[in-house]
């Protein structure tokens, strides 16, 4: 669809960056299935990628060989209609304060890689006040942990986020309505913070963590709660099959990518992407700038080395069945990476949170395409780019050139003139 987008801009005799700034949809609109966009960052995560990649400057100037592609997407947070269905929660989690001040969090989310169990005590330490190292995430036991989904459709950092935020929520209401007990004010006075609960209108009045959750477990008993979620059923169609794709929160990505060919041998290079993501809020800056470089790097490894075929001579095995035979990126591969981070905060998310895992890996692949085009005016639409498609592509170009059938995509004199 975004090389699609990209021919409609030259026909259209369009910035590709202006086309889709005049086609992007926008927060509280419906997409044409129906489904409701509650936030979008989009336009902005155009903006940067512009401005960081130096688009303007570089568009229609770079000589024969070099050129520079755009491309966007969106993804789910989630899908709204579960895996399986019924009409339990899709994610539930709970939470148990001890005396010294610390927290458990139980969750069945599983952690793969991407951060998940720091995003869980994130969202504890940010209601109870509390430093992540006295929080303890027991995760995807299913021993210890309610039942949770999976790490599927970029759904945790919503799901799970928000069935534990409601759980931490339920004990900082406990917590600080026994402070507020002891002090004679009302709870809203009482805020929780740097392991300490404190008096908002007189903060010299303040006891530690550790006293705090004494005195709500001297109140309540042993301090546990839950916290579960389910989906909203206000964001898609009611036409039969309105429910398949829709998500309480979309994510969206921006990549300009900025490539270098060799029109002798066929070798792509990429020098650098620039990506910008709205995530919605960033729980942990880190993590998500690592998921957008590592969501990016995928993408890139797809667009020019990983292969998926079988070999019909082996009964059908996978022609690289091992790390030995199966082409990806090393370090030494990849490109420069310019992770930017968006926040457009959405209602559905815990404090406005969408996904950062699966969302910026899809344009990635489409801007190396486009940059490929820009460079040296083929179009290629079967992945990876090889140095073998490359060529062929580039010899079909030459021939309708010789034939008069195409101009010359960067004419000599202008490329000379430009690289000069």
């Not at 995928?298 to 019909?312: I, N, S």
Request: aromatic share 6%.
């Amino acid at each position: 669809m975004e090389i699609q987008l990209d021919k409609a801009a030259a026909a259209l005799g369009l910035d590709p960056i202006e086309l889709r700034r005049r086609n992007a949809i926008k927060a509280g609109e419906k997409t044409v299935n129906e489904f409701t966009v509650g936030s979008s960052g989009f336009l902005e995560c155009l903006e940067k990628v512009e401005r960081s990649s130096g688009w303007i400057e570089k568009r229609r100037s770079l000589p024969h060989g070099r050129g520079i592609g755009i491309a966007g997407s969106t993804y789910i947070s989630g899908t709204n209609y579960p895996i399986y269905p019924n009409e339990m929660p899709q994610a539930a989690v709970q939470i148990c304060l001890d005396r010294s001040g610390r927290a458990r969090v139980f969750s069945g989310a599983n952690d793969i890689g991407q951060g998940s169990n720091t995003m869980l005590a994130v969202i504890v330490s940010e209601e109870l006040g509390i430093p992540l190292e006295d929080i303890r995430v027991l995760s995807a036991d299913t021993d210890l942990c309610p039942v949770d989904l999976g790490a599927y459709s970029s759904r945790i950092t919503l799901m799970v986020g928000n069935a534990c935020l409601e759980g931490a929520q339920r004990l900082r209401r406990k917590v600080c309505a026994s402070v507020a007990k002891r002090w004679g004010i009302p709870r809203q006075r009482v805020t929780l913070a740097g392991r300490m609960a404190i008096d908002r209108e007189d903060p010299s009045r303040h006891v530690d963590s550790a006293q705090a959750f004494q005195w709500a477990e001297a109140d309540h008993g042993l301090l546990g709660e839950t916290g579960s979620y389910n989906t909203p059923k206000d964001r898609h169609g009611e036409y039969r099959g309105g429910t398949i794709g829709a998500s309480p929160a979309y994510s969206f990505t921006a990549h300009v990518a900025e490539v270098e060919v060799d029109a002798e041998t066929g070798l792509v290079e990429v020098k650098t992407i620039w990506i910008a993501h709205d995530c919605g809020k960033a729980l942990s800056r880190k993590i998500v700038e690592g998921q957008i470089e590592g969501s990016t790097y995928m993408g890139f490894g797809e667009a020019l080395m990983e292969r998926h075929a079988v070999d019909p001579g082996h009964r059908g095995v996978h022609i690289g069945p091992s790390f030995l035979d199966y082409r990806m990126p090393t370090f030494l591969d990849t490109p420069d990476l310019e992770a930017m981070i968006v926040e457009a905060p959405d209602a559905n998310g815990p404090y406005g949170a969408k996904e950062a895992g699966e969302g910026p890996l899809h344009s990635s692949i489409p801007a190396i395409a486009n940059a490929i085009y820009d460079a040296v005016g083929i179009r290629l639409d079967r992945l990876p780019f090889t140095p073998q498609s490359v060529l062929a592509a580039l010899r079909q170009r030459e021939e309708k050139e010789r034939a008069g059938q195409l101009a010359p995509h960067k004419p000599a004199e202008q490329t000379s003139r430009r690289s000069a």
